[in-house]
């Protein structure tokens, strides 16, 4: 269970009165990747599945990296060369087989995909196996405890697959059919970044799937995803929720992000600040009102994020390795 934060000075300064953040940073390995793997691993384990691989933007590869220490099984990890350095150290301090590869996580994929066979590995690529999707359902089982069984007005979720809204949309459904929660649901609200945004654009074009983005980037790693395979259950829950995509400059979500931290003492992960430039603009433009109970997912800790922060707070430190070497040979 995560919690669910006030962030009152930020609500009052983007006009929203009633502004939280599930705080999913909070997870083991400080994203909420953690959820969908450990459901996973444990269900290897339970099956006697003993080597996994998979493609990721960084932070499954390293909440599958403990998951899979933890279970004692072989964890093959591809993921792009400039992936946040904290996800390349844990991957390795975790002991995966780590491979950085000169390309997106589409490329990942892709080689996961032609080696799966003949290495043996298990592929637990997001929405090629069951499990990773019933581990996020609990983002929704969580905010609907924790408001008291009725959901918010407006769910913003920084989507790359989309697997986490897609997660909850089908928990909202599960939960109504079990009678936990009335038919009350909040607007969707995928969030991307301009330098990757295939769900804004479909969603702007009225199509159902997404076209592959060319030349994807940002430093909301999370985000870079060209082609979500589950984008059409992305847009689907946007539509049938009456929410909406919109898409979030680099530049405008890191300063956000160390706004959100100033201001409420919460340092989230540029996927979760993107969010906030996005409910700004959205309360401006009147699509939600001052008064709508939002939650926000950041779905990262901020510190898993030190290159794209320290692009604003700039300094040169002796490194830790002087440290390290003086330990070894006292000088
Ligand atoms: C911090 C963070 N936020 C959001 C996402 C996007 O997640 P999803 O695939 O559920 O859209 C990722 C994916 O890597 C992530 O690491």
Redesign the pocket.
């Known amino acids: 269970m995560t919690p669910i934060v006030p962030a009152r000075r930020t609500g009052k300064r983007i006009g929203s009165a009633d502004l939280l953040i599930k705080d999913?940073g909070l997870n083991p390995t400080g994203?909420?990747?953690a959820r969908g793997l450990s459901c996973a691993v444990s269900m290897c384990v339970e099956l006697g599945i003993r080597k996994v691989a998979i493609p990721?933007?960084?932070?499954?590869a390293s909440a599958l990296a403990a998951y899979a220490a933890a279970a004692g099984i072989e964890a093959h990890i591809f993921m792009p060369q400039d992936v946040p350095q904290a996800n390349f150290i844990e991957c390795k301090s975790y002991g995966a087989h780590v491979t950085l590869v000169d390309g997106l996580i589409s490329d990942c994929g892709l080689i996961v995909a032609g080696k799966k066979d003949k290495e043996g590995w298990f592929d637990i690529s997001?929405l090629k196996e069951p499990y990773r999707i019933e581990g996020?359902k609990t983002m929704g089982y969580e905010v609907a405890e924790q408001l008291g069984w009725e959901l918010p007005d407006a769910i913003f979720?920084?989507?790359?697959?989309?697997?986490?809204?897609?997660?909850m949309w089908k928990a909202f459904a599960e939960m109504e059919a079990l009678g936990w929660i009335g038919s009350k649901r909040p607007k969707m609200i995928a969030v991307q970044a301009e330098g990757c945004q295939p769900v804004v654009r479909a969603w702007e074009q009225g199509a159902s799937r997404s076209q592959f983005w060319e030349g994807a980037s940002t430093v909301?790693?999370?985000?870079r995803?060209p082609k979500?395979l589950g984008d059409f259950l992305?847009l689907n829950a946007v539509r049938e929720s009456g929410g909406t995509a919109i898409a979030v400059r680099d530049e405008d979500l890191i300063d956000a992000g160390i706004r959100l931290a100033s201001d409420d003492g919460i340092f989230a992960?540029?996927?979760?600040a993107a969010c906030i430039v996005a409910a700004e603009r959205l309360l401006r433009e009147g699509f939600l009102g001052k008064d709508d109970k939002i939650v926000i997912?950041n779905?990262?800790s901020g510190l898993?994020y030190l290159e794209a922060y320290s692009t604003r707070f700039p300094r040169s430190a002796p490194g830790e390795t002087d440290k390290l070497g003086g330990l070894i040979t006292p000088r």
């Open positions: 999913e994203s909420f990747k990721s933007a960084g932070n499954a997001t996020k979720y920084p989507t790359g697959g989309g697997v986490g809204m897609i997660g909301a790693a999370g985000l995803v979500p992305v992960a540029p996927e979760g997912y779905t990262g898993k």
